[in-house]
T-cell receptor, first 114, second 114 residues
Framework: DARVTQTPRDKVTEMGQEVTMRCQPILGHNTVFWYRQTMMQGLELLAYFRNRAPLDDSGMPKDRFSAEMPDATLATLKIQPSEPRDSAVYFC????????????FGPGTRLTVL | DQQVKQNSPSLSVQEGRISILNCDYTNSMFDYFLWYKKYPAEGPTFLISISSIKDKNEDGRFTVFLNKSAKHLSLHIVPSQPGDSAVYFCAASVTNFGNEKLTFGTGTRLTIIP
């Protein structure tokens, strides 16, 4: 059955290293979202794409985070340089541009920055 | 500014009884509301939704109630089962073409006691 996939599932890295997280949205979905789950803020929206074009990345720290969609089957979220405060679970979700905003989530990438 | 609030971080309910999860919102433009359920090490999955033109939507054991004047919604689960133990997120959106964003609450961890 159709699912959003994310790699890696777990990542442990040292402060200052570059981290790249990847997401494959459900085939046919044209909206892609990146979220970060924290205890205090719940699910924070970091970036949002429609038809591969970035529409909103206001939730993302611009100096170190970047999000791209090189093609319709791949979305990436990069952190460079990573910091301990970036430790969180990062989720990718995809959906259809339909006016009813149900989103389908991947299993997440648990990032630990030491 | 938390536009969607879930003020109870956790809730414990006996198996077979009713579970009631609450959510408040501040943005009067929100017109579509969703509940997601999340198990550990998995992404959130869609559970049930409601449009602002309704005040109740039911799907099996799950019912969502919307009180627009109070800007409040609730999720009722009856009867509660051990498999309902999870974190529940409330989400809200402004449904127009060109905006697919969801605003999430911080989640409520529901524990069903056998």
């Amino acid at each position: 059955d159709a699912r959003v996939t994310q790699t890696p599932r777990d990542k442990v890295t040292e402060m200052g290293q570059e981290v790249t997280m990847r997401c494959q949205p459900i085939l046919g979905h044209n909206t892609v979202f990146w979220y970060r789950q924290t205890m205090m803020q719940g699910l924070e929206l970091l970036a949002y794409f429609r038809n591969r074009a970035p529409l909103d990345d206001s939730g993302m720290p611009k100096d170190r985070f970047s999000a791209e969609m090189p093609d319709a089957t791949l979305a990436t979220l990069k952190i460079q340089p990573s910091e301990p405060r970036d430790s969180a679970v990062y989720f990718c979700a995809s959906g259809r541009e339909s006016g009813i905003n149900e989103q389908f989530f991947g299993p997440g990438t648990r990032l630990t920055v030491l | 500014d938390q536009q969607v609030k879930q003020n109870s971080p956790s809730l414990s309910v006996q198996e077979g009884r009713i579970s009631i999860l609450n959510c408040d919102y501040t943005n009067s433009m929100f017109d579509y509301f969703l509940w997601y359920k999340k198990y550990p090490a998995e992404g959130p999955t869609f559970l049930i939704s409601i449009s602002s033109i309704k005040d109740k939507n039911e799907d099996g054991r799950f019912t969502v109630f919307l009180n627009k004047s109070a800007k409040h919604l609730s999720l009722h689960i009856v009867p509660s089962q051990p498999g309902d133990s999870a974190v529940y997120f409330c989400a809200a959106s402004v449904t127009n073409f060109g905006n697919e964003k969801l605003t999430f609450g911080t989640g409520t961890r529901l524990t069903i006691i056998p």
